[in-house]
Each structure stands twice: as C-alpha cells, then as structure tokens.
C-alpha cells in the first residue's frame, strides 16, 4: 500500500515537471525578441556609447550572437554539396571558421545599423520542428523586412538563416563560396575566409 502511495506521488510530481517545462518552453518568436531585446540594450547603454567602447559592445553582441545561432547547420547550407566531400576534422575546421567569419560580420551589421529603431514582430510560421518569424525594423523613412530562419535543436529554437530585405544570409554565402571553389579551390576558399575575418575585425 505504502509502495502504490509513493509511486502515485512520483507521478504526479514527474507529470506536474513535464507539465512546468512545457509552459515555460521558450516559442521562436520569444527566442527572437529575446535575443534584438539583449542586443538593443547593449547598442544603447549609456555607460557603453562612443568609438572608445566599440570594442566592448563587439564582444558583448558576439557572445549574444553564439548562443542564439545554429553554426554548424549554417556551415552545412552554405558549403552544399560540398559538404558532403569533407571528412569530420575537415568539417569541424570549417564550422569554426564560418562562425567566426559570420559572428563578425553580423556583428559588425548590429553595430553600424541597428541602435535604437522599432521591431514590429508580424508573424510566427511552424511547422515541424522549423520556424519562420516575419518582423519588420522601422527605421526613419524606412521599413525594413527581416525574416529569421530557426530550427529546434537540443531542446531550443536556434537561428539557421537571416533573410533581410528578400536577401537570405546563408544562401549569399553558399553562392560566394560555390563560385569560389568552382573557380580556384577549397583551399582557397578557406583562404579567402581568413582574410575577409581579418579584415572585418580590424578596428576601422
């Protein structure tokens, strides 16, 4: 009796925990807004304004940029077909280096253009296991449409895409480096990553 008493218990106790993380999941579009909220109050503490805390702003919207972002399934869209030719260490070099290449420069686009203007979230798609969250930045005699691309991974939403304007991130990126190693090489193409991460993490 006492054994049927306690196992009803644990029950209860381990259905009201699912039933807790459940309503306490976080939706893309809340992943989103959470990750513009983080980043808009970096672009406008008081205490982090002017050239002398560029710098700081830069490592802070990074670190940001990392949690929110699913590198390893942007590296994969943006190389294609070429993906598949890489063996596991070849890979694994590859990732690391388009997620500091594109942790910089999306940073450096956050730094420059978004600061203090109004996001209007539009619209939230799902459907399994993907999302696609519509918003609109309002800028002064300006509205610019933003859509992220997110996927549920590891038990969390995470961006796969950023498509501004029609234009989609990764897929620029996949056309670049096709072009490049169509041309020359996939050696060169990881050449030409190195540079451009250079040159966008040089202090202008």
Same mark, same amino acid.
């Given at each position: ?77 943006? /190389? ?6 890489? !063996?596991?260490? =070849?890979?694994?070099?590859? &990732? +690391? %280096?388009? $997620? ?13 253009? /978004? ?6 979230? !539009?619209?939230? =798609?799902?459907?399994?296991? &993907? +999302? %696609?969250? $519509? ?70």
């Amino acid at each position: 009796m006492k054994l049927k008493i306690f196992l009803t218990i644990l029950f209860c106790l381990i259905s009201l925990g699912f039933q807790n993380m459940r309503s306490h999941a976080e939706t893309p579009a809340a992943r989103v807004q959470g990750m513009l909220e983080q980043v808009m109050a970096i672009q406008t503490d008081p205490q982090l304004q002017g050239p002398a805390f560029r710098e700081e702003r830069r490592t802070a919207i990074k670190k940001i940029i990392a949690r929110n972002f699913d590198f390893e399934a942007m590296a994969r869209q943006a /190389l294609g077909p070429y993906w598949e030719k890489l !063996n596991d260490a =070849e890979r694994v070099e590859f &990732k +690391a %280096l388009f $997620q500091d290449l594109f942790q910089g420069s999306y940073t450096k686009l956050v730094l420059d253009f /978004l600061k203090r203007e109004k996001v209007l979230y !539009n619209k939230e =798609e799902l459907h399994q296991g &993907k +999302a %696609l969250i $519509q918003t609109t930045l309002i800028r002064v005699n300006e509205e610019i449409p933003v859509d992220y691309s997110l996927t549920f991974v590891q038990e969390q939403w995470l961006v796969d895409d950023v498509t501004i304007d029609g234009v989609s991130i990764v897929r620029n990126y996949q056309r670049a480096f096709t072009r490049v190693i169509q041309r020359e090489s996939y050696k060169s193409l990881l050449q030409k990553m190195r540079l451009q991460k250079q040159a966008i993490e040089t202090p202008s």
